[in-house]
């Protein structure tokens, strides 16, 4: 059978697969975002002076520490921390969403500590002189201000859980990874070849539309006085 | 002196940063009257950044205390005192992603001002810092030049009109030219406003010219020397301050002197006074009544010498500077309509200034 023929008999499976992947992968980044920009927030506050040394070294640490946690753990091979899992929580959704989850993180932690600390510190010690308070600094001027690179951070780690979410399915997770692995596994049988292709495809697709989004996003959220 | 008429006072306020044993302020006694400009002067690191951040309190001190308007602001909310007080740095620090008028607008925001009430307001510090506010109240801080942005960093601190303004050399990073016209109009603002303020600069052109008063901070946080431009230039109180001040103090001394605060030597503009012999210069005016040409010097050739002229609200630095500009040995010194008020001789320069009282 060629690719054409099988993605006509199969068409319905093919599209909701798609949309299953993207929702997949949407929900896992949004989780990690959220996580990692809220870890982020709490750690780089950015004195200009650092009068309060405890707040500081509490603080360092927590980043360091976080920032090398999720770093390592981008170093273990997906297929393994999948099945690392089963153990705790089991086949299915749960245990696809978590692991996911957590590849999503250092990318955007690392891109929010950098864009939180990048800001210009005479920004920063202007708004501590006219009575800005610590939070309301960090939200109002801060947070805005890196905004463009925490985004990026997010459009970054939505194309590389594209990728990592198609092994999902060895944990019986959503998604495209159900038809490429099927495929893969009968690799020669008569279907397996369009399987892949059209997996592989398709997965392009997402990332395409996740391209067009993220250019969307930008457009809306970023601050008229910082666009490029 | 009583109490309320001093804005700013420094009680053996003293700041030793964690970590070092030398204090980078040294136990600081200073008083700073209402509406007066005092300009913190030294060498770098000589502590007048850590003074100046004391006064609201970016700094906590080590000790000693800070009362402002008379009450004691030591140990208020740092946050709520600071909205109370302008603040403005050298590098402009504002927000590049608030309008300007917003940039303006945000501590009567924190305040709980109403929208129009802030609109207009910024529309009314934009005027006063000389921008026009139909161009550059809905611009972003990037689209304006350093010297525009550091004008919306004044109107930002002028914004909730707070008694006090302390500034960091906020016109330290500004080409001369520029740096010039912006005191210029610090000094015209500052007779509207009237601010009592505290003003970092490194540059004792600028200290003298702006300040009522100068505070010379000494290596190590030592106040050497607090006292009026002229004093500090004339009597330093000590050999780092002499050294400091450094040769010259007597030509800046002339940046100092107002005309309008000398005894100017007579002019006249008639005709009929051609011939004088008492000494008197007789000018060729326009139709306006404005001094053109000579038309008699005393023992001097008239037509040879070129009219030069100098505003009354100049120093006796710019009459000299005209007077060489000029290659002339007499300059007359004309009001704002542009009519001859008397005369200034280059002989006077050397023969000692006559000065009338300072009126205030
Ligand atoms: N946060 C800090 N921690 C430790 N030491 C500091 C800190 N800030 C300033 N100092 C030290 O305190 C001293 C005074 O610093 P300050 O910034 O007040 O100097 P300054 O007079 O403003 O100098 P400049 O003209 O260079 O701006 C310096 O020796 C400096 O190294
Ligand atoms: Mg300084």
Known sequence: ????????????QIINLTIQHAQFVFYCVAIGSIISIAIGLLVSTGEPNPNRFSFDWWATGIREGSLLITAAVLTIPSLALFVLFLPITGLGVTTAIIVLTIYTLYTVLRNTVAGLTAVDRSVLESARGLGYGRVRRLLTIQLPLAWPVILNGIRVTTLISISIAVVASIVQGP?????LLTGITRIGASNAFPQVLIGTVMCLVVAAFFEIIFAIVQRLTIPRGIRV | MSETENMIVLEAVEKVYPGSTAPAVERLDMTIPKGEIVMLIGPSGCGKTTTLKMVNRLIEPTSGRIILDGEDVTDVNGDLLRRKIGYVIQQGGLFPHFSIADNIGVVPKMLGWDKNKIRERADELLHLVGLEPSTYRDRYPRQLSGGQQQRVGVARALAADPPVMLMDEPFGAIDPITRDRL????????RTVGKTICFVTHDLQEAVKLGDRIAVFATGGRLAQYDDPDTVLTHPADDFVSDFVGGGAAVRRLSLLELSRLELHPVETDVAA????NGTPVAEVDGAGRPVSWRHLPDRDAAGTALVTVPLSG?????????????????AVVDDEGLPQGVLHWNDLVAGLKTRERER
């Open chain 2, 274 to 277: 051609v011939g004088n012999q």
């Open chain 1, 175 to 179: 998604g495209l990874g159900k038809l």
């Open chain 1, 1 to 12: 059978m060629n690719v054409f023929q099988y993605f006509a008999e199969n068409s319905t």
């Open chain 2, 315 to 331: 120093t006796v630095y710019d009459a000299v500077d005209v007077m060489l500009d000029g290659s002339a040995s007499l300059v």
């Open chain 2, 183 to 190: 005191q210029d109009e610090f000094l015209e603002i500052q």
